[in-house]
C-alpha cells in the first residue's frame, strides 16, 4: 500500500502530538514513584477511564476479534463478551475497596491484606509471575499484531517497522510517565476508535452495503474447518447466539455454557480480573477517590463492550463476504487475522491510509506504554524496593523504573518471535488463571482466606493448566485448539485449582487478629465474611452493601448488554430484536442511575 503526502503528514501529526504529551509531564515524573506509577493519585474519573479503554484497545485486537468472526460468527466473540460480568464487579463491588487499599500496585495488597513471610512470598511470587511471565506474554502478543499490521499494508520487514514504533512508545513512556501514558491515551483512543468506524464504513461500501454482506456471508465458510464445508448459512454467522443448526459456524453449547457461567468468575485475564487487578487496579488507584474509582470502571465497561463491539466485528463479516474466507500467510496457513489487515490494504483511499495507519499506531502505543508502566511497577515496587534496596530516594527509584521497563521491551521481542496467532494466546492465558478468579474474590468479603491460598490457587492453576495441555497432544477432549476441548480444560482446571486452594486454607493458620483487624479498619469491606472480625472490634458489620451491589451489578450487566446487541440489530436491520433491546436498554439503564444516585445521596 503506498502512501501519499497527505498520509504521511497524518501520521506526522500523530506522533509529534505523542512526544509533546511525554515531554509536557516529564518533569512530574521525575518526583517520585507514586507519581511515576499513579499520577500523584490525583487522576479525574474520565481519564482514567478513557486510559483503561485505549489500553484494551491493541493493535492486535481486531485481528483477533476478525479471527474468532471467522471461525463461529459473531458468537465467537463470546470468548471475551463473557468476561462483561467480571468487570461489572469490578464497579459495584471492589473499585471502592482498591482506592481505600491505597497500595502502588495490586501484589502489594498481599502484605495489607496477609502477614508474615507467607505475604511477602505471595507479593514477590505474584510480581514476578505478572511483572515478567504475564506482562511479556500480552506485549509480545501486541508486538505480533502490530508486525502483521505494518507487514501486511506496507510490505516491510515487521520487525523494522515494529522497533520504530516500539522505540517511539519507550521513549514517551519512561519520560513522562503515568501521567504522560494516561493523557497521551485520551487522544490515541480518539485515532483507535476513528479509524475502527472509518474502515467499517468503508468495508461495508466495499461490499454494496448491509444486504450484499448477507449474501456474501452466505457463500463463506468457517476458518479452520474441513475441506468439504464450503457454504454457510449468513443468519448462523450473525447471530450472537451460536446455538445454530448449522454446525459449520456453532460454537458448542459446553463451550458457551464455560464462557457464561464459569471463565468470569474463576479466570484470571488482564483487564478483566475477577475482583480488579492489574492495570485496571492501577487507573482505580490513580484515581483521585472512591467515586472517581467506580465511576472510572463503569465508564470502562461500557466503553470497551458496548461502543467498540460493532466497528471490528462489521469489518470481519466485510472481509468473509469479500474473501469467502480467511486469508493464507506467508507461511501457507490460513490465517483469519490478515483479512483485516488485507480490507484496509485493498479498499482504503488515500489520505485515510495514513489515518489508519496513526490509528494502529494509537493502538499499539496505547496498550504498550501501559503495560510497560505497569510492569515495571511490579519489578520495582514489589521485588527491588521491597526485597533489594529498600531505602534508597525516589528518584533512584524512578531511574529504575526507567530501566525495568527497558527490559520489558527486549523480552517482549523475544517473546514476539514465538507467537504465531493472537487469539491462541487470548485463550492461553485464560486457562492458565483459571480457578485463580474466586479467591482473589473473596480475600475481599471472608476473612479467613490466607496467603497459602493465593499462592496454591496460582501455583494448581499453572500446573494443572499446562499438564491439560499437554494431555490435549493425545486426548481430543482437552485439546485446547479445539472449543470442546478448551472448555474442558477451563472447567477441569477450575474445579481442581478450588479443590487445592480451599483445601490449604484450612489446612492453614488463619491471618493473625491484628492483620485482619487492621485490614478491616482501612478497607472496610461488607458482608456477614467480616463479622467475626467486626465484632471483635466492637464495629458494626456494615449490612445491606451486598444486596444493593448485587442489584446494581446485575442492572450494569443488562444494561451494557442491551446497547451491544441493540446496535447490533440496528446494523443489521433486526427490527424486532432492536425495540426488545432499546426496551431493556432503557429500563436497566434508568433503575441502574437511578440507583446510583440514590446511594451517591
Known amino acids: 500500500?503506498?502512501?501519499?503526502?497527505?498520509?504521511?503528514?497524518?501520521?506526522?501529526?500523530?506522533?509529534?502530538?505523542?512526544?509533546?504529551?511525554?515531554?509536557?509531564?516529564a518533569r512530574r515524573a521525575r518526583r517520585s514513584m507514586v507519581d511515576y506509577f499513579l499520577s500523584a493519585r490525583s487522576m479525574p474519573w474520565w481519564v482514567a477511564g478513557t486510559a483503561m479503554v485505549a489500553t484494551t484497545f491493541s493493535a492486535d485486537t481486531p485481528l483477533a476479534v476478525t479471527e474468532m468472526v471467522a471461525k463461529n460468527g459473531i458468537a465467537g466473540n463470546w470468548l471475551w463478551w463473557s468476561m462483561l460480568a467480571s468487570g461489572m464487579l469490578t464497579v459495584f463491588f471492589f473499585a471502592k475497596l482498591w482506592r481505600r487499599a491505597a497500595v502502588v500496585t495490586d501484589v502489594e495488597l498481599a502484605e495489607l491484606r496477609y502477614s508474615g513471610p507467607p505475604a511477602a512470598f505471595l507479593r514477590g511470587f505474584r510480581a514476578a509471575y505478572l511483572g515478567l511471565l504475564v506482562n511479556i506474554i500480552i506485549m509480545g502478543w501486541v508486538n505480533l499484531g502490530m508486525a502483521k499490521v505494518l507487514g501486511g499494508m506496507l510490505g516491510v520487514s515487521k520487525w523494522a517497522a515494529l522497533l520504530i514504533c516500539l522505540m517511539l512508545t519507550f521513549l514517551y513512556t519512561?519520560?513522562?510517565?503515568?501521567?504522560?501514558?494516561?493523557?497521551?491515551?485520551?487522544?490515541?483512543?480518539?485515532?483507535?476508535?476513528?479509524?475502527?468506524?472509518?474502515?467499517?464504513?468503508?468495508?461495508?461500501?466495499?461490499?454494496?452495503?448491509?444486504?450484499?454482506?448477507?449474501?456474501?456471508?452466505?457463500?463463506?465458510?468457517?476458518?479452520?474447518?474441513?475441506?468439504?464445508?464450503?457454504?454457510?448459512?449468513?443468519?448462523?454467522?450473525?447471530?450472537?447466539?451460536?446455538?445454530?443448526?448449522?454446525?459449520?459456524?456453532?460454537?458448542?453449547?459446553?463451550?458457551?455454557?464455560?464462557?457464561?457461567?464459569?471463565?468470569?468468575?474463576?479466570s484470571w485475564y488482564p483487564g478483566a480480573e475477577p475482583g480488579g487487578g492489574g492495570y485496571v487496579a492501577q487507573n482505580m488507584l490513580a484515581c483521585k477517590d472512591e467515586r472517581h474509582s467506580r465511576a472510572a470502571a463503569l465508564y470502562f465497561n461500557v466503553a470497551h463492550y458496548a461502543i467498540r463491539t460493532w466497528p471490528w466485528v462489521v469489518t470481519a463479516l466485510c472481509s468473509l463476504a469479500i474473501y469467502g474466507g480467511s486469508l493464507r500467510n506467508a507461511a501457507g496457513a490460513e490465517d483469519p487475522g490478515l483479512n483485516y489487515v488485507q480490507m484496509m490494504v485493498d479498499y482504503l483511499p488515500a489520505g485515510l491510509r495514513g489515518f489508519m495507519l496513526a490509528s494502529f499506531a494509537a493502538a499499539f502505543m496505547s496498550t504498550q506504554a501501559t503495560q510497560m508502566n505497569w510492569g515495571s511497577s511490579y519489578l520495582i515496587n514489589d521485588l527491588y524496593r521491597r526485597f533489594v534496596r529498600r531505602d534508597a530516594s525516589e528518584r533512584h527509584y524512578v531511574t529504575a523504573s526507567r530501566i525495568a521497563t527497558a527490559l520489558t521491551v527486549v523480552l517482549s521481542l523475544v517473546a514476539t518471535a514465538f507467537m504465531n496467532q493472537i487469539s491462541k494466546v487470548w485463550e492461553l492465558l485464560l486457562t492458565l488463571g483459571a480457578g485463580t478468579g474466586l479467591v482473589y474474590i473473596l480475600r475481599w468479603y471472608w476473612w479467613r482466606v490466607n496467603a497459602w491460598s493465593e499462592v496454591a490457587a496460582m501455583t494448581s492453576a499453572l500446573v494443572t493448566s499446562v499438564s491439560l495441555r499437554s494431555i490435549g497432544a493425545h486426548y481430543p477432549a482437552f485439546d485446547p485448539a479445539t472449543p470442546k476441548g478448551f472448555a474442558m480444560t477451563l472447567v477441569t482446571t477450575t474445579a481442581i485449582t478450588t479443590a487445592v486452594w480451599l483445601a490449604a486454607t484450612f489446612a492453614t493458620a488463619p491471618e493473625p487478629r491484628a492483620t485482619l483487624a487492621a485490614f478491616y479498619e482501612k478497607v472496610q469491606p461488607a458482608g456477614p465474611g467480616w463479622k467475626r472480625i467486626a465484632g471483635a472490634q466492637g464495629v458494626a458489620a456494615r449490612r445491606g452493601e451486598i444486596p444493593r451491589n448485587l442489584l446494581l451489578w446485575a442492572l450494569g450487566t443488562v444494561f451494557v448488554y442491551s446497547i451491544m446487541f441493540a446496535t447490533g440489530a440496528v446494523i443489521f436491520g433486526q427490527h424486532s430484536r432492536a425495540i426488545l433491546f432499546g426496551a431493556a436498554l432503557v429500563v436497566s439503564g434508568g433503575l441502574l442511575f437511578a440507583g446510583l444516585a440514590r446511594e451517591e445521596a
Not at 2 to 25: C, E, I, Q, R
Not at 212 to 225: M, T
Not at 248 to 260: D, F, G, M, R
Open 1 to 25: 500500500m503506498k502512501l501519499g503526502g497527505l498520509d504521511l503528514f497524518v501520521l506526522g501529526v500523530y506522533f509529534a502530538m505523542t512526544l509533546a504529551v511525554g515531554l509536557f509531564f
Open 174 to 266: 519512561v519520560v513522562s510517565g503515568y501521567w504522560g501514558v494516561a493523557s497521551a491515551n485520551g487522544f490515541q483512543y480518539l485515532f483507535e476508535m476513528g479509524g475502527a468506524i472509518v474502515l467499517a464504513f468503508v468495508s461495508v461500501a466495499a461490499v454494496g452495503g448491509i444486504d450484499a454482506v448477507r449474501a456474501g456471508l452466505g457463500r463463506a465458510h468457517p476458518a479452520f474447518s474441513d475441506a468439504g464445508v464450503r457454504f454457510g448459512s449468513a443468519e448462523a454467522v450473525l447471530s450472537v447466539w451460536p446455538l445454530s443448526a448449522d454446525a459449520a459456524w456453532a460454537l458448542p453449547a459446553i463451550t458457551l455454557a464455560t464462557l457464561l457461567l464459569v471463565s468470569w468468575w474463576a
